[in-house]
């Protein structure tokens, strides 16, 4: 008899093969429905690119799933079979999957994309249970337990939000398919050895959707022949949002904060686009080039060497969380400090806020540099002789 891991083992390299098979053809069709981007003033490619990658994913993931995983897992828990566990799933993604090539095609309005996510995101709610219904407050905070309309609000509030996060970052070849595979390889790790009351199914689909996004990515490397598109950067970010959501609910403290730092790119880089654009008077959904990405190429890095800074951020943000796991409380609250202090220095040095706003390297240049201290008391100085001078 086969062992169930060397079964998986094939389920997995079986469903990157459909991938790479699967992205080619995927590729031909886009050209032929008009899922093309062409060169504008915020797009990085120079020639028009056949996009809908995530077509090639989602079907790698669908038939993973439901025609190599599904015949292999005879053990029933208590939530049912795990095609009953992943049909859902594969439906809310369908409704995704549809959305993002509508705008790979036809550039949907912002409303029209949300309302495909809202959807997607309220079949998870009634058809699973992967819920927002109770939260472990982190560091020996307390165990907080929604009622249901609360729980239904954060449950898709964070689904929509992490869906647009990844899709927020998807803006130079290979970024999104590789910062996915990190986060979800990180999250798969995380679900099976440190979850309490773990779900083997989350880790089982989590690796499948790995392999998928794994098949694609060749293709999608600088330089690449094929865009994930909206169809992908969507139906990627959504599977995110779904799966993370077993770990906040989870008891232990940790859990509650790692999916967070696994997913520390596309959320830091959407709260920093908030606030930065808020600062300047923007709307908060209108398009600039100031996202991590740009900021990185207007340094002067190349369009690769761009994209592998931003994989080895998000591995440091997949490392962290992995460190929390087997941390004392003393040590795991350093550890976020750490984190959030080299995110905010990061941020300030390339520039992300906007020009200007940088108020911890200011404290630092005040702190190690004599000079600007002795201006910066100069000008305080003269500033209160001209107020004294104003009063006479």
Known sequence: ?????????????????????????????????????????????????????????????????????????????PRGTYLEYILPVIIAGGIIIATGLLDDIKELRPLPKLLGILLAAMIIWFFTDFHFDNFKIPFGGPMLHFPNWLAFALTILWIVAITNAVNLIDGLDGLVSGVSIISLTTMGIVSYFFLHDSNIYLTLTVFVLVAAIAGFLPYNYNPAIIFVGDTGALFIGFMIGVLSLQGLKNSTAVAVVTPMI????????????????????????????????????SLGLTHRGTVLVIYAISFI??????????????????????????????????????????????LLRFIGNSDVRQEYLAKKRAKKDERQEADK
Request: glycine share 6%; net charge positive; aromatic share 6%.
């Open 1 to 77: 008899m086969i062992p169930f891991a060397l079964k998986y083992i094939i389920v997995v390299v079986s469903t990157m093969i459909v991938s790479i098979i699967a992205t080619p053809l995927v590729r031909f069709l886009a050209f032929r429905i008009g899922a093309v981007d062409n060169p504008n003033a915020r797009r990085i490619n120079k020639v028009p690119m056949p996009t809908a990658g995530g077509l090639a994913i989602f079907t790698a993931f669908v038939l993973g799933t439901t025609c190599f995983l599904a015949p292999i897992v005879t053990h029933v828990q």
């Open 317 to 362: 943000f997949s490392l962290t969380s992995l460190l929390l796991n087997v941390s004392s409380r003393i040590g795991g609250v350093l550890l976020m400090i750490a984190l959030l202090l080299g995110v905010e220095i990061l941020s300030e040095m390339i520039g992300i806020f906007g020009e200007n706003r940088t108020p911890i390297l200011n």
């Open 262 to 297: 696994i997913l520390g790119v596309p959320i830091t880089d959407t709260v920093v686009a908030i606030i930065r654009r808020t600062l300047s008077g923007q709307k908060i959904y209108e398009a600039d080039r100031m996202h991590l990405h740009h900021r990185l190429l």
